[in-house]
């Protein structure tokens, strides 16, 4: 069953024009002193990882652009396949791999006090979600490391989850966090209101033709007025979302009589 216009379904896949997308529904909503995308560039397959950073590099002088380690290093594609959601992060340059044998979007890593708020939306019914995260790198005593963030499978929720280290260590045994939920419902993710965050994901269904979507958002740990758009996402779970079957019913029966009229 297709609910949403298949138009730009392979465009949606391509990550990096996911985060153009995040940043053109900024901009409409004018919400770029309070909410951004990290810095990100495609990187080709096969392209050498230091020749490309050190590239950004001369190029920030030009352009408002600073990346530089931590970084993280995620699939062009997601295609729903566990290996296209696999994220590299890359602590210190000694860690930075020649290559990658597939196209690959490197994205600046931003501490955020190990916290994610997964926003769900039905078109422009919106429910956010809290859960833990990745930890801030800043101070850690780890020189050099390499880590690929897995999924597992919670029997709690019956669903795939993502596992992470508690912190950034220098042990060769890291304890490892699920990405579980915190508090199942937030009304607010930093300085944006539920207005706020309503209005950007409806500005992105809007520039997509989607009516089902998520998003990911992050909250700086160090400037907490700031807060991050890192990814937007096709297949949402829409864990915790209250009444989402009755919802999404809704939806699909407001399609099906769209098409048919």
């Known amino acids: 069953l297709f609910i949403d216009s298949l138009d730009k379904l392979e465009d949606f ?12 529904a900024i901009c409409l909503t004018k ?50 396949d566990p290996a296209s959601h696999a994220i590299d992060i890359i602590l210190e340059q000694d860690a930075i791999p020649d290559s990658y ?32 995260s990745l930890p801030n790198v800043a101070n850690c005593e780890v020189e050099s490391m390499r880590l690929i963030i897995q999924e597992s499978h919670s029997k709690v929720y019956n669903r795939s989850i993502k596992e992470g280290p508690e912190s950034f260590s220098s042990t060769i045994q890291t304890p490892t966090k699920d990405n579980e939920i915190i508090s199942g419902r937030t009304e607010s993710i930093g300085p944006l209101s539920l207005e706020n965050v309503r209005s950007f994901v409806v500005s992105i269904e ?25 990814d937007i996402n096709l297949f949402p779970s829409f864990t ?5 079957s009755e919802v999404v019913g809704t939806f699909i029966l407001k399609r099906i009589a769209t098409h048919s009229s």
């Open 206 to 230: 809007t520039i997509l033709h989607m009516g089902l979507l998520g998003v990911d958002l992050i909250v700086d740990a160090e400037n907490p007025q700031q807060v991050y758009c890192i």
């Open 101 to 132: 044998p597939i196209d690959m979007v490197v994205q600046s890593y931003r501490d955020h006090d190990g916290v994610i708020f997964k926003v769900y939306a039905v078109e422009d019914t919106v429910f956010i979600e809290k859960r833990y």
């Open 240 to 244: 915790g979302f209250p009444n989402v």
């Open 31 to 80: 919400l770029q002193s309070i909410l951004s995308v990290p810095e990100y560039f495609l990187l080709p397959k096969g392209t050498s990882v230091r020749e490309a950073m050190d590239f950004i590099d001369v190029l920030s002088i030009i352009v408002t652009m600073d990346i530089s380690v931590p970084v993280l290093i995620k699939p062009q594609w997601t295609t729903g």
């Open 13 to 24: 896949l391509d990550r990096f024009y996911t985060y153009e997308v995040g940043e053109e």
